[in-house]
């Protein structure tokens, strides 16, 4: 069983960087695509970026060109680095992973969130 573990969460200036971590227990990482997700206060949960088992990135529009997404297999952990933070960008971001189809016959099915930490954005 994989744990995720959030952290880098915390205040900052409009304008500023933060880096989230997102670290797995477990040795089944690599077969896994791993996103992230952002809730705000009074909205629903939404997708930010993912990377998949192969490192192909995907992005939602309010992000491009000012989140990096990226993996570190050998150390079980994804990474989101946020530039150029806004004032909406503020919300609990969570990290996610999900087998990766090209696995799942391999190494069976796996769905689990982490528990979230929360980012805030002073404007």
């Known amino acids: 069983q994989v744990q995720l573990v959030e952290s880098g969460g915390g205040l900052v200036q409009a304008g500023g960087s933060l880096r989230l971590s997102c670290a797995a227990s477990?040795?089944?990482?690599?077969?896994?695509?791993m996103d992230w997700y952002r809730q705000a206060p009074g909205k629903q949960r939404e997708f930010v970026a993912r990377v998949d088992s192969a490192g192909k990135t995907d992005y939602a529009d309010s992000v491009k060109g000012r989140f990096a997404i990226s993996r570190d297999n050998a150390k079980a952990t994804v990474y989101l680095q946020m530039n150029n933070l806004k004032a909406e960008d503020t919300a609990v971001y969570y990290c996610h992973a999900r087998r990766s189809p090209v696995f799942i016959k391999f190494a069976g099915e796996y769905d689990d969130w982490g528990q979230g930490t929360q980012v805030t954005v002073s404007s």
């Open positions: 477990g040795s089944t990482f690599s077969f896994n695509d």
